[in-house]
Every structure is written in structure tokens, then in C-alpha cells.
């Protein structure tokens, strides 16, 4: 199953809401995780189950989405926000990313 | 603390041979799926494999680009994650991650990462 982020280069401002799409080549139920990864660090997750909100991660952080589109919203961008982010999807192997979209300071 | 360390990273020459490893603590390591997933410099995540738990027979999965070359393997009673690569090529230079399945979830989310080893290939 693709994955197939966009935009792959996101430039936005502190405070702006932003959204990030994962369209999957087929349908994966909402068997969907969001990871973020800043540069030279391990991905951390951030949403799973395409809406649930891992522990720990600020509540600005959300996701929706079923079947074959999904979507990462980040309501109030913060400094600490400017990363890339990744989707995967867990309903079939083998298990597969998307290719990032990378959110740079505007 | 959860916590996951890879070790056993280097230079291997085109063709040769390597074995990773990852030490977890902090958590019940039996009780996960694990996974190995890689990123070549610059570029995106790639999964590469997974080894379920005993009760699922230690059952693996692994992506195309690595089956048949790539064996994981995992020893509970050490509390530790094994990926043995054979017959590398220049594009299997990446970090390797190490990484928990969620427990808890239809399927097992990534939740805990490992630092990542970087192996390089290259004559």
C-alpha cells in the first residue's frame, strides 16, 4: 500500500493551523499512525488509530480520516512543532510510510 | 524508563555481513511485537521488519527489499532484539531504528524508539 504525503515542504509561521493529507493507495480502515522526527532524533509518535492522540503529545496535535485519506492538523503551530512528519500504515503488510512532509519555520 | 539502544553499527564492505543489536529495559520486553525500521541519509523511514511475541510463535515480516538477505531474531530472556544482515549493498546504508510495538491497540503502533546505529556499506 503507498502512501502518499503532501505537501512535502510545508513553510508556515508560529501560530498558524496547519494540515498535512495522507492519501493511501487503498483502504486501511483507520489503521493509521503520524510520527514526528527532528532532524538527527528518533521519529516519536504523535497519533494513532488515525485520531487518538498518544499519550503525552499536546492537544493542538489532531487526526481524522478513514479509509484512504487522512489528515494531521496542528491548530496553533509552535517553535517546538517545525519537524517532519510521517504517516504509516498498519493494516497491511508489508507496513509502509509515507514520505514525509517537512514543516520549516516561514 | 523505557528504553531501547542499538549497538553493532559500522562500515561493511558490498556483500558482506552484519549484526545489530538492541538492548530494551524499563518494560516487559516479552509482552511486544518489535520492529526494525531504516532511514538512508536524507531520505524517508523505511520498515524493514517485524518478530511477533511467544504466543505467536515469534512469527516474522519483512519488506521486500530485505527478504531472504535479513534474519531478526530475539531473546527474550536478555531482553534483546536482533537484525542479522547478509549480503549487503550500498543501499542498504541507513540508521537503524529499534522499535516497540504498542500493546493495548488492534495493531501495534511504533511507541518507543531506539536512538538509532548507522550502517554503512561501502568499499
Known amino acids: 500500500i503507498q502512501l502518499t504525503q503532501s505537501p512535502s515542504f510545508l513553510s508556515a509561521s508560529v501560530g498558524d493551523r496547519v494540515t498535512i493529507t495522507c492519501r493511501a493507495s487503498q483502504g486501511i480502515s483507520s489503521y493509521l499512525a503520524w510520527y514526528q522526527q527532528k532532524p538527527g532524533k528518533a521519529p516519536k509518535l504523535v497519533i494513532y488509530?488515525?485520531?487518538t492522540l498518544q499519550s503525552g503529545v499536546p492537544s493542538r496535535f489532531s487526526g481524522s480520516g478513514s479509509g484512504t485519506e487522512f489528515t494531521l492538523t496542528i491548530s496553533s503551530l509552535q517553535p517546538e512543532d517545525f519537524a517532519t512528519y510521517y504517516c504509516q500504515q498498519l493494516n497491511t503488510y508489508p507496513l509502509t510510510f509515507g514520505g514525509g512532509t517537512k514543516v520549516e519555520i516561514k | 524508563e523505557v528504553q531501547l539502544v542499538e549497538s553493532g553499527g559500522g562500515l561493511v564492505q558490498p556483500g558482506g555481513s552484519l549484526r545489530l543489536s538492541c538492548a530494551a529495559s524499563g518494560f516487559t520486553f516479552s509482552d511486544h511485537y518489535m520492529d526494525w525500521v531504516r532511514q538512508a541519509p536524507g531520505k524517508g523511514l523505511e520498515w524493514v521488519g517485524r518478530i511477533r511475541k511467544q504466543v505467536y510463535s515469534y512469527t516474522t515480516e519483512y519488506a521486500a527489499s530485505v527478504k531472504g538477505r535479513f534474519t531478526i531474531s530475539r531473546d527474550d530472556s536478555r531482553n534483546s532484539l536482533y537484525l542479522e544482515m547478509n549480503s549487503l549493498t550500498t543501499e542498504d546504508t541507513a540508521v537503524y531504528f529499534c522499535?516497540?510495538?504498542?500493546?493495548?491497540?488492534?495493531?501495534?503502533?511504533?511507541?518507543?524508539w531506539g536512538q538509532g546505529t548507522l550502517v554503512t556499506v561501502s568499499s
Open positions: 522499535t516497540r510495538g504498542m500493546t493495548g491497540t488492534s495493531v501495534q503502533y511504533f511507541d518507543c
Open positions: 488509530d488515525a485520531s
